[in-house]
């Protein structure tokens, strides 16, 4: 019997001991954006991000910055506070919005949002996408290596910009969104990972063989054809992901969607996007600016050594094995005594 209670209290206590070595557990750990901010920027850094958006004349650009640096409750220097609130006057704003349009118009390219206006303007009409859908079909057509992206991303636009007269402007907003996405595309904003999702819903918008039929011999021919394929475009698949992007948009503006998209690898992503700007409206796509994808982590989890509670638990589980253990080591002595 006392070797028995012997070896009872010393299975215990070894048992027990190498239990506490390993009592950890799991916790999740929230993510603390600000934390995270903080440890990227400080007022050094955030005055010459400021200085230098002014230096580019991108007044706006310099204003996100003071915002974040309010967010952040870091100081700025009054002098270089107050150089910002006169960049970000009515006439100075106006001059610097109407000469980025103008470039964005032009040259096609965006760096800020009045750039972009003028990108999507250039694009928003019908015969933007008419123009794609002559270029990237003709190349299909010749057997070229065609942008399949382009092509059907301006025909869901068509299709959508018929929609929107049909029904008196409703669809206007999912054909501005188009815009936006397609311009994404060409300025390169969208991931690779996030286009290939696009793609799918794409073929699932477009009948190919229809598509295939289309001549595409000049600008007018494909003005004329794609009435024939009304019937073969279906954006419905399309439609949750343009709405989506118009409500990011509206929180965060679009070259702010812009910036936010170039972090964005799947529609689950896009959707935490969503969530961010919600919370944060315009401040979102400078918090993207300095956090990159790290913006979307909601936290993560971590070991941490168990409490006082839980190496009781664990210490009581431990005693109840021990137990068991030396029942069955006594039932088998007592069975071996009378056998």
Request: proline letters at 2%; aromatic letters at 12%; charged letters at 25%.
């Amino acid at each position: 019997m006392k070797k028995i209670l012997f070896f009872f209290f010393l299975t215990f206590t070894i048992s027990l001991f190498f239990a506490l070595q390993k009592a950890y557990v799991k916790e999740f750990v929230p993510f603390n954006l600000k934390q995270a901010l903080l440890q990227k920027v400080n007022q050094t850094s955030l005055e010459q991000k400021i200085k230098k958006a002014l230096l580019n004349d991108n007044p706006k650009e310099a204003k996100e910055y003071l915002e974040l640096a309010k967010f952040l409750q870091i100081p700025i220097d009054n002098n270089l506070t107050k150089q910002v609130t006169n960049a970000n006057s009515t006439f100075n704003l106006y001059k610097s919005k109407t000469k980025h349009f103008f470039q964005g118009f032009i040259s096609g390219k965006a760096s800020d949002s009045a750039s972009l206006g003028g990108v999507v303007v250039s694009d928003f009409t019908v015969i933007g996408d008419l123009r794609d859908i002559y270029h990237e079909g003709k190349k299909m057509n010749e057997g070229k290596k065609y942008d399949k992206f382009t092509l059907y991303l301006s025909i869901v636009g068509v299709a959508l910009s018929i929609s929107a007269l049909a029904s008196f402007g409703s669809s206007l907003a999912l054909k501005s969104e188009s815009s936006l996405l397609k311009n994404a595309y060409k300025m390169h904003f969208l991931t690779k990972s996030f286009q290939k999702e696009i793609i799918k819903r794409l073929e699932q918008s477009i009948d190919a063989k229809a598509i295939e039929k289309l001549s595409f011999n000049s600008l007018n021919s494909v003005k004329k054809d794609i009435l024939l394929l009304k019937k073969s475009i279906h954006p419905k698949p399309m439609q949750t992901l343009l709405q989506e992007l118009h409500t990011l948009q509206k929180y965060s503006g679009s070259y702010g969607t812009l910036l936010i998209l170039r972090n964005i690898k799947n529609e689950k992503e896009l959707q935490k996007a969503i969530k961010l700007s919600k919370k944060y409206k315009k401040l979102t796509p400078t918090i993207f600016k300095i956090l990159g994808r790290e913006a979307l982590r909601s936290g993560k989890w971590v070991l941490k050594k168990a409490s006082y509670y839980s190496y009781l638990f664990l210490g009581f589980i431990v005693l109840l094995f021990a137990t068991l253990l030396s029942f069955i080591t006594l039932l088998k002595k007592s069975y071996s005594l009378f056998s």
